[in-house]
């Protein structure tokens, strides 16, 4: 990956960035302060809407201290399970008004008895997980000040009972902010992102903690990662990571970041055929973690896609279908099970044919997580 750096673009845009950004300190802060907590909604009197948020112990803090005050207790139906499901078209727009008999939920292969399925819309916890490594930064700091104005830009497609969280990460993942309904927090916190400190980029540590912090959290909830997709130096491997955003349980939604930068490279023919493989399997990275988690990913290669994809990002999460079913399977042994969801016709058992107002069949995609770990017996 070091060999990214012997590129050379304009280095005025750094400057660019520092003067665009309002926020005058270098990199972002280096002290994670609240640890990422469960959302807790807000009384009605009360002004402070993040003031009685629980919170959980953090491995984020450079102090290993353990909160022990305020600790969030988590409780689950060890018989019941709860599966998000969007079904878009081929634009990502979702499709509503499906009958509840034209689900079907397989765990394992074995189809499931549905206690129920619930269309409409319910208030969202997100994290924002950003790349902020100069490993890359110094050749795209123009499109990175894009990318932050755009940002911006899904959180206003937010309502005021959305919690959201921003988490920057290089070497090491820093909550910038904790899980909050005052968008105003989330804005500064983005502002704090000026002139990146380190070179690394451990994609798979920050996201694999983010998502085991959110696994408790109830309800509606995703991670956006704004990322490159390259991993320079985690703690965990690419397997590893796949293995515990399954069994966490958190839709991701990836939105690439170097497209329109290597479009440009490869049409001068700078880039190297390891350089391409690289962003290949960074790439095919992003899109495993939205596929096995239920999200969807997204690689924009110009600036105008941004407002498209965190709309699309925002219809998915705001508008899904919730199926609750009893798993035939009672065994609480811990294991990893695999579902799949499929629309079908109840009278033949086949898959549903889905058209629009027109007549005209429309392909459609079902957007679901791909598993879930069942309970163990505690002795």
């Known amino acids: 990956m070091r060999a990214w ?3 050379s673009l304009c280095g005025f845009m750094l400057a660019v960035l520092a003067g665009l ?6 990199g972002p802060n280096r002290e994670p302060g609240a640890t990422v907590a469960r959302p807790r909604k807000k009384d009605a009197g009360n002004t402070a809407p993040d003031a009685d948020l629980p919170k959980i112990p953090s491995r984020l803090s450079k102090k290993n201290e353990t909160e ?6 988590f409780k689950s139906d060890v018989d019941l399970v709860t599966v998000d499901v969007a079904v878009l078209d081929n634009k990502g727009h979702f499709i509503p008004g499906i009958p ?3 689900f079907r939920v397989l765990e394992d292969n074995v189809p499931q008895p549905l206690k129920g399925v619930n269309p409409g819309e319910a208030p969202m916890t997100v994290a924002m997980v950003i790349e902020f490594s100069n490993l890359f930064q110094q050749y795209w700091s123009q499109t990175w000040y894009q990318t932050l104005a755009a940002s911006y830009g899904f959180l206003e497609t937010l309502k005021p009972d959305d919690y959201v969280a921003v988490v920057a990460y290089d070497i090491r993942p820093e909550i910038l902010t904790d899980f909050t309904a005052d968008k105003a927090k989330v804005r500064d916190a983005m502002q704090r992102l000026n002139i990146p400190a380190f070179s690394e980029s451990n994609l798979y540590d920050a996201l694999t903690d983010t998502a085991d912090r959110m696994s408790g959290i109830e309800g509606r909830k995703a991670i956006v990662l704004i990322s490159s ?3 320079t130096f985690s703690k965990l491997n690419y397997g ?3 293995k515990k955003l399954q069994q966490a349980g958190v839709p991701v939604y990836p939105i690439g970041l170097m497209q329109a930068l290597r479009i440009m490279y490869e049409s001068y ?6 350089q391409q493989l690289d962003f290949l399997q960074a790439d095919n990275a992003m899109r495993t973690f939205a596929k096995e988690t239920g999200g969807i990913a997204f690689f924009p290669r110009f600036f105008g896609e941004f407002p498209t994809i965190f709309q699309n990002i925002h219809q998915a999460l705001r508008n899904q279908y919730v199926l609750t079913y009893e798993p035939t399977n009672k065994a609480h042994d811990g294991t990893y099970r695999k579902i799949k969801v499929d629309l079908v016709n109840p009278a033949t058992n086949e898959p549903l044919k889905v058209t629009d107002e027109k007549g005209k069949p429309i392909k459609y995609q079902i957007v679901a997580k791909a598993g879930y770990k069942a309970p163990r017996e505690v002795e």
Do not use: C, F, H, V
């Open 240 to 242: 590893e990571a796949r």
């Open 229 to 231: 997709g390259i991993d």
């Open 68 to 73: 022990t005050t305020g600790l969030a207790n």
């Open 100 to 102: 509840a008999g034209n």
């Open 5 to 7: 750096k012997a590129y």
């Open 21 to 26: 950004l309002i926020a005058q300190e270098q």
């Open 269 to 274: 023919g700078a880039m190297s055929s390891i």
